[in-house]
C-alpha cells in the first residue's frame, strides 16, 4: 500500500508504513549520531515516540517524508544537546570516598574478608586466639599483657607467631 492512501488507514499505520520506507536512513542517522549502542536504542525509541506523538500530522503533512526528518533532526539535537549537559565530569574526592564508603560491592568484600579472617582465627591455637583477638579490637601489648596477666613480651611472642600463622592461612584459603 502506498502512502498516497493515507485516509483508508489509520495514523499509526501510516507511521509504520513511512517507519519501514525510510528505516535505513533512519538507521544511518542514527548510527552517525550516536556511538553507544545503548544510547543509540535509546535514542531510536525517542524518535519513534516522537513521531507516534506526531502520527495524525504526519499522515496530514504534505511532505510527511520531511516532515519526519524535521522530527527526527529535532529529537536528535535534543540527544546531542543533553549529552553534552551530562557529559562525565571527575567526582570531588569527598564525595567519590563517601560513594566507594557506601558501595554495597566493597562492604560485601569486606564482610568476605572478615569472614575469611575468623576462620582463620578459628584455626590458630587458643592462646594465640586470645591475643589476636585483642589485637584486633584495638588494645596494645601492654593492655593485652594487664588482660591475659602474662608479660608483655610474652604477648609481643604471641602476636608476632599469630599474625604469622593468620597470614599463612590466609593465603592458603584464597
Not at 36 to 54: E, H, T
Request: aromatic share 4%.
Amino acid at each position: 500500500m502506498s502512502l498516497s492512501a493515507t485516509h483508508s488507514i489509520t495514523p499509526e499505520q501510516f507511521l509504520l508504513q513511512l517507519w519501514e520506507q525510510n528505516h535505513g536512513a533512519i538507521g544511518r542517522t542514527l548510527v552517525a549520531t550516536e556511538a553507544d549502542p545503548s544510547a543509540r536504542d535509546d535514542l531510536k525509541q525517542d524518535i519513534f515516540m516522537a513521531l507516534y506523538q506526531s502520527a495524525t500530522r504526519l499522515q496530514a503533512a504534505e511532505n510527511p517524508r520531511a516532515y519526519l526528518f524535521r522530527i527526527m533532526h529535532n529529537v536528535t539535537v535534543d540527544h546531542i544537546a543533553r549529552a553534552q549537559r551530562h557529559k562525565w565530569q571527575p567526582l570531588d574526592e569527598n564525595i567519590q570516598q563517601q560513594m566507594l564508603d557506601e558501595c554495597p560491592s566493597l562492604q560485601v568484600d569486606e564482610q568476605l574478608q572478615n569472614q575469611q579472617l575468623m576462620r582463620a582465627v578459628q584455626q590458630l591455637s587458643l592462646a594465640n586466639q586470645q591475643v589476636i583477638l585483642l589485637a584486633l579490637e584495638d588494645l596494645d601489648a601492654p593492655e593485652i599483657a594487664d588482660i591475659l596477666q602474662i608479660s608483655h613480651g610474652a604477648v609481643r611472642v604471641r602476636l608476632n607467631r599469630a599474625k604469622t600463622e593468620l597470614m599463612e592461612l590466609m593465603q592458603n584459603d584464597k
